[in-house]
């Protein structure tokens, strides 16, 4: 089970860090990607890591913006979010994945867990 966590109301340009707590022994198995939802919009890609860390991916949209890590001992994901932008409103969830396949697409992800709402105001 994956549970995301830390979402809330920021005024743009602050900061906010969401947390994905994942139950199980096999979590460092898993490469784990954070997606987003708006209103009215769908699903779309924010960042991803993989299974040691080693490797990370994010959309244009955030990238220089936002930083995704884990740390296997906790079972849990991180996404630092900085400077945030009214665009950056929307429900957050974290997703867990065992294949190889681009790792922005919401497809290629076997688990997900409920998301945590994230509301910037300008």
């Known amino acids: 089970q994956l549970q995301a966590s830390g979402g809330g109301l920021v005024q743009v340009g602050g900061s906010l860090r969401l947390s994905c707590a994942a139950s199980g022994r096999t979590f460092s198995s898993y490469a784990m990607g954070w997606f987003r939802q708006a209103p009215g919009k769908e699903r779309e890609f924010v960042a991803s890591?993989?299974?040691?860390?080693?490797?990370?991916y994010y959309a244009d949209s955030v990238k220089g913006r936002f930083t995704i890590s884990r740390d296997n001992a906790k079972n849990t994901v991180y996404l630092q979010m900085n400077n945030l932008k009214p665009e950056d409103t929307a429900v957050y969830s974290c997703?867990?994945?065992?294949?190889?396949?681009?790792?922005?697409?919401?497809?290629?992800?076997?688990?997900w867990g409920p998301g945590t709402l994230v509301t910037v105001s300008s």
């Open positions: 890591i993989s299974w040691g860390g080693g490797s990370t």
């Open positions: 997703a867990a994945r065992t294949g190889w396949g681009p790792p922005n697409r919401v497809s290629e992800y076997d688990y």
